[in-house]
């Protein structure tokens, strides 16, 4: 399925979503995030049964950033360089943190500006070994967004975050996996196909529960641990409801592997 600068294919049950702006190096314009809305409707109806989420980025980099073509003329003091995401940028953003299904992300060259909060969305983030990423505002005189001031202290630390937003150095695939910021590294050659393995392991695991892992881990950062208690219980009780969970027990009793159905 084609969208405006967006490509959707399915897997089964692996919904892949394509970045695809090549003479850009898949930069983000507000084009594209309105082709991302009407890819991720096309993800949420649950007739589409999209049991995992892969984003990437077609041809030779994931997502440069934000699409700066035409904004050139814009006078000091007079531009409102924010406008743009409250408006388009945070509902993406937000719509992928919800989503009912895990997301790999699966950086296959570089992730700049947005385009590196965009790779960082993913529960799973993986890399091509020539892949980079780079916190590009400070180059244009701008402050980092799309949540990075959120995602990357908590992923890596205070130091290491304030130091790639002040420096404006690139952030090399094999460095980011040893700070913890990544899951894994491959060839670049073998990223796809590693890619695809792992989400449909995802896919076909019990789907209820790991849309609650998510949501757990997302949510404990801003909890008290009282409250990660509370959210655990309740979370427990809903996959406890699910076929899934009752499959899986009978697997394991009976020394088979478990044939859940995200149900």
């Given at each position: ?203 076909n695991g019990p789907t209820i529960a790991l849309s609650l892992i998510r949501k757990l881990y997302w949510d404990s950062s801003e909890n008290s641990f009282e409250d990660q208690l509370n959210l655990e219980f309740e979370s427990q009780r809903i996959a406890g409801r699910a076929e899934d969970f009752k499959e899986g027990v009978t697997a394991f009793l009976e020394k088979r592997p478990a ?5």
């Amino acid at each position: 399925m084609q969208f405006k600068h967006v490509t959707l294919e399915f897997d089964g049950p692996v919904a892949i979503l394509k970045l695809d702006h090549q003479e850009v190096m898949n930069a983000v314009s507000i084009d594209m995030l309105g082709g991302l809305a009407e890819a991720l409707d096309v993800i949420d109806d649950k007739k589409a049964e999209v049991r995992c989420l892969v984003l990437t980025g077609a041809g030779r980099a994931f997502c440069t950033g934000a699409n700066l073509q035409g904004r050139n003329n814009q006078k000091p003091g007079k531009s409102n360089a924010g406008a743009a995401l409250e408006t388009a940028f945070h509902p993406f953003l937000r719509r992928l943190r919800n989503l009912h299904c895990p997301i790999v992300t699966s950086v296959n060259g570089p992730a700049a500006g947005a385009g590196m909060s965009f790779a960082l969305m993913g529960d799973m983030i993986l890399c091509a070994r020539s892949a980079y990423f780079l916190q590009a505002f400070r180059r244009i005189g701008l402050v980092p967004d799309c949540g990075s001031t959120w995602l990357l202290p908590r992923l890596i630390g205070k130091a290491r975050s304030v130091e790639l937003s002040l420096m404006g150095e690139r952030l090399p695939a094999e460095k980011a996996l040893e700070w913890g910021l990544v899951n894994r590294v491959y060839d670049d050659a073998a990223l796809t196909e590693e890619t695809m393995k792992l989400a449909h392991e995802l896919a076909n695991g019990p789907t209820i529960a790991l849309s609650l892992i998510r949501k757990l881990y997302w949510d404990s950062s801003e909890n008290s641990f009282e409250d990660q208690l509370n959210l655990e219980f309740e979370s427990q009780r809903i996959a406890g409801r699910a076929e899934d969970f009752k499959e899986g027990v009978t697997a394991f009793l009976e020394k088979r592997p478990a044939k859940f159905k995200g149900k």
